[in-house]
T-cell receptor
Framework: EADIYQTPRYLVIGTGKKITLECSQT?????MYWYQQDPGMELHLIHY???????EKGDLSSESTVSRIRTEHFPLTLESARPSHTSQYLC??????????????FGEGSRLTVL | RKEVEQDPGPFNVPEGATVAFNCTYS??????FFWYRQDCRKEPKLLMS???SGNEDGRFTAQLNRASQYISLLIRDSKLSDSATYLC????????????FGAGTQVVVTP
């Protein structure tokens, strides 16, 4: 079983609120990712990190921001949530370099609904 | 055009039957290929990597056709527990930072 955890699992909030989705992994992985997935659609990479103090934007433009102050922690923040942010957010991690088998380990996801 | 395309299905398969489906990718320089499985409202999990020579893992066989730019997954002796969405995943370059996911093929195994 993968040791990667996301909280909250479900969140319903009003427009304009600031939210932070938490993601933590205990596998010591250097690389971490945030994906966004709508029902029946493909995963879209919105942020990734190669390690501490490294963050990059993914292919899908997102108004969210991320930080990587500790290896195990990769939170995602939305300063002002809007209904268009309603989606499932999946955090993942992987090995880096020669230990990388290409496998991503995903958390169970955070399902966000903005009213 | 999407980078990775899959038939969304659903493929309705009687228990014990064989099902196969493909995934096409647009970037001919793609390096690595994978099949992930995603159950309804769950996170994706790696099913198997796809090697150039093709590979088998129990009842699952994956093939890669670089000339036609597609990969395939075949499931033999389908079980009810095989019902899921199968995601085709492509690494377009050796960066591991931007894996490309297909939208998935849904398989429904019926008794």
């Amino acid at each position: 079983e993968a040791d990667i955890y996301q909280t909250p699992r479900y969140l319903v909030i009003g427009t304009g609120k600031k939210i932070t989705l938490e993601c933590s992994q205990t596998m010591g992985h250097d690389k971490m990712y945030w994906y966004q997935q709508d029902p029946g659609m493909e995963l879209h990479l919105i942020h990734y990190s190669y390690g501490v103090n490294s963050t990059e934007k993914g292919d899908l433009s997102s108004e969210s921001t991320v930080s990587r102050i500790r290896t195990e922690h990769f939170p995602l923040t939305l300063e002002s949530a809007r209904p268009s942010h309603t989606s499932q957010y999946l955090c993942a991690s992987s090995e880096y370099g020669t230990k990388n088998t290409g496998e991503l380990f995903f958390g169970e996801g955070s399902r966000l609904t903005v009213l | 055009r999407k980078e990775v395309e899959q038939d969304p299905g659903p493929f309705n398969v009687p228990e014990g039957a064989t099902v196969a489906f493909n995934c096409t990718y647009s970037n001919s320089a793609s390096q690595s290929f994978f099949w992930y499985r995603q159950d309804c409202r769950k996170e994706p999990k790696l099913l198997m990597s796809v090697y150039s020579s093709g590979n088998e893992d129990g009842r699952f066989t994956a093939q890669l056709n670089r000339a036609s730019q597609y990969i395939s997954l075949l499931i033999r002796d389908s079980k009810l527990s095989d019902s899921a969405t199968y995601l085709c995943v492509v690494n377009p370059a050796d960066s591991w930072g931007k894996l490309q996911f297909g939208a998935g093929t849904q398989v429904v195994v019926t008794p």
